[in-house]
């Protein structure tokens, strides 16, 4: 009988309690692989590490028991999964559960987004989960959720005719003890005011360290974004792509440099 081939990675690292968290949802939906960055990646997007080889290991013991984990990114992690380390192409890739928001330009920093990404370049359907708060209160419920979401697409993965289009999706999870009834809303990407400023410190040595500096508030946070949604009590669904061509502007800039 046919089951569904699960790959499950994440940007918190191996040992973070939503993936962990992710994978028991999962459990009974099909086989299930999980291969997840060994450290906290956060923040690393889409890169892959192309300048020192990659090292994988098996985890022993505990929840995490079996997980694989890289020395590298969540995109490495899925990249390494997809052409050579696992001996069968997934039919769904996951990550997450992430610790905090990925909304409006956060995603394209985001290593939990770009974990899914990677499966979806590939061609296979895949979902990037995440809590809007940190600190994984209500994780247990933001699983279900994933849960919840991973059967309702289920059918149309299983159905998929030859040569559809895979479809990557964005869900966010507010942080309540009833956000498995919460409704959900399919939205598109807000937008955020510039990030704060850096961030200063001297070293015991006397140099200067710099921290990124918090993300901006909302900008752009209205009705249909997914900030309106997760701030109304709603799971936020964004359907994503990868395209970033700015199609309405070719003809000015072909008429611009026209010779």
Same mark, same amino acid.
């Given at each position: 009988? /046919?089951?569904?081939?699960?790959?499950?990675?994440? *940007?918190?690292?191996?040992?973070? @309690?939503?993936?962990?968290?992710?994978?028991?949802?999962? &459990?009974?939906?099909?086989?299930?692989?999980?291969?997840?960055?060994?450290?906290?990646?956060?923040?690393?997007?889409?890169?892959?590490?192309?300048?020192?080889?990659?090292?994988?290991?098996?985890?022993?013991?505990?929840?995490?028991? !079996?997980?694989?984990?890289?020395?590298?990114?969540?995109?490495?992690?899925?990249?390494?999964?997809?052409? !050579?380390?696992? @001996?069968?192409?997934?039919?769904?890739?996951?990550?997450?559960?992430?610790?905090?928001?990925?909304?409006?330009?956060?995603?394209?920093?985001?290593?939990?987004?770009?974990?899914?990404?990677?499966?979806?370049?590939?061609?296979?359907?895949?979902?990037?989960?995440?809590?809007?708060?940190?600190? /994984?209160?209500?994780?247990?419920?933001?699983?279900?959720?994933?849960?919840?979401?991973?059967?309702?697409?289920?059918?149309?993965?299983?159905?998929?005719?030859?040569?559809?289009?895979? /479809?990557?999706?964005?869900?966010?999870?507010?942080?309540?003890?009833?956000?498995?009834?919460?409704?959900?809303?399919?939205?598109?990407?807000?937008?955020?005011?510039?990030?704060?400023?850096?961030?200063?410190?001297?070293?015991?040595?006397?140099?200067?360290?710099? /921290?990124?500096?918090?993300?901006?508030?909302?900008?752009?946070?209205?009705?249909?974004?997914?900030?309106?949604?997760?701030?109304?009590?709603?799971?936020?669904?964004?359907?994503? &792509?990868? *395209?970033?061509?700015?199609?309405?502007?070719?003809?000015?800039?072909?008429?611009?440099?026209?010779?």
């Amino acid at each position: 009988m /046919w089951r569904m081939r699960i790959l499950i990675a994440n *940007d918190d690292g191996y040992l973070a @309690p939503g993936i962990a968290a992710l994978v028991e949802a999962c &459990q009974g939906l099909g086989d299930i692989d999980v291969i997840a960055p060994e450290q906290n990646a956060s923040g690393t997007s889409n890169a892959l590490s192309l300048t020192r080889p990659l090292t994988v290991h098996v985890a022993q013991g505990g929840p995490v028991q !079996g997980f694989r984990f890289v020395n590298g990114t969540p995109s490495d992690s899925v990249h390494i999964a997809l052409t !050579g380390l696992l @001996p069968h192409k997934p039919d769904l890739v996951l990550s997450g559960i992430n610790q905090g928001a990925n909304m409006g330009d956060d995603t394209l920093y985001s290593g939990t987004v770009a974990a899914a990404m990677e499966g979806y370049l590939f061609g296979i359907p895949a979902i990037a989960f995440s809590q809007v708060e940190k600190g /994984w209160a209500h994780l247990d419920v933001a699983a279900r959720v994933a849960r919840q979401v991973v059967e309702s697409v289920l059918a149309s993965v299983r159905e998929r005719p030859p040569g559809q289009k895979p /479809w990557l999706l964005n869900v966010n999870i507010p942080n309540r003890q009833d956000a498995d009834t919460l409704p959900w809303a399919v939205t598109h990407l807000g937008r955020r005011h510039a990030s704060e400023p850096v961030i200063c410190q001297v070293s015991p040595r006397g140099e200067t360290l710099y /921290w990124i500096g918090p993300a901006g508030d909302a900008r752009e946070a209205g009705d249909g974004t997914d900030f309106f949604a997760t701030a109304s009590g709603q799971v936020s669904i964004t359907p994503l &792509q990868v *395209d970033l061509t700015d199609h309405a502007a070719l003809p000015d800039w072909r008429a611009r440099f026209a010779r």
